[in-house]
């Protein structure tokens, strides 16, 4: 048997038995059997890979203390993420106090101006088929462009709003309302394509 057999043989029994145990023996037979100095180095290196590939198969491929500190990190990490949830949650909950605030104050001030339903409505920024101008430029606030039309004494107006550029760079509108006479018949959201008709 040549020295490549030899090699060969003792690398398959590291590689298929994974034990400690195999790899010292075959380290002990190769020292018992006087082999070369550069053979068993050869072999103790191959005992070494072996030994890492018992760990990569035991530890998915990470040593105890490297597992330990991926777990830690993990650990982190989740508490930086939660700590983010919490901020964002007082955030939120912040933001919905001084909404309801507000709507305490326009509530007030609408239910004096035009009684208690309407009042309501418009504090809530309802639209509603009816309501006159006044009462949409406190919902919607100023305009961005009017056009009016006068046919056989009745006006006709289209109010828009959210004023904007498209793709092309022209101007764009994303909510229409509708007049008539000076009430509002009905509106349409020009980005959803939702629409209201009185």
Not at 27 to 40: C, Q, R, W
Not at 88 to 104: G, M, N, Q, V
């Amino acid at each position: 048997m040549g020295l490549f057999d030899k090699l060969k043989k003792a690398s398959d029994k590291i590689f298929d038995g994974l034990s400690n145990d195999a790899a010292n023996q075959i380290t002990k037979k190769a020292e018992s059997a006087k082999l070369p100095p550069d053979v068993i180095k050869q072999t103790e290196r191959m005992e070494l890979e072996a030994e890492k590939f018992r760990a990569f198969l035991k530890y998915g491929g990470l040593t105890p203390a490297q597992k330990e500190r991926e777990k830690k990190e993990r650990e982190e990490r989740k508490l930086v993420l939660q700590k983010e949830k919490e901020k964002e949650k007082e955030k939120k909950l912040l933001l919905k106090e001084k909404e309801k605030e507000i709507y305490e104050k326009r509530k007030v001030e609408f239910i004096e101006k035009y009684g208690d339903e309407i009042g309501k409505k418009i504090a809530k920024k309802e639209l509603f088929v009816g309501m006159t101008l006044e009462m949409l430029k406190d919902v919607k606030g100023k305009h961005s462009e009017k056009v009016e039309n006068v046919t056989n004494g009745k006006t006709k107006v289209k109010l828009y709003y959210e004023k904007s550029k498209n793709r092309l760079g022209n101007i764009a509108y994303g909510f229409e309302v509708s007049l008539e006479d000076g009430f509002v018949v009905g509106w349409k959201d020009r980005k959803n394509k939702g629409t209201k008709e009185g």
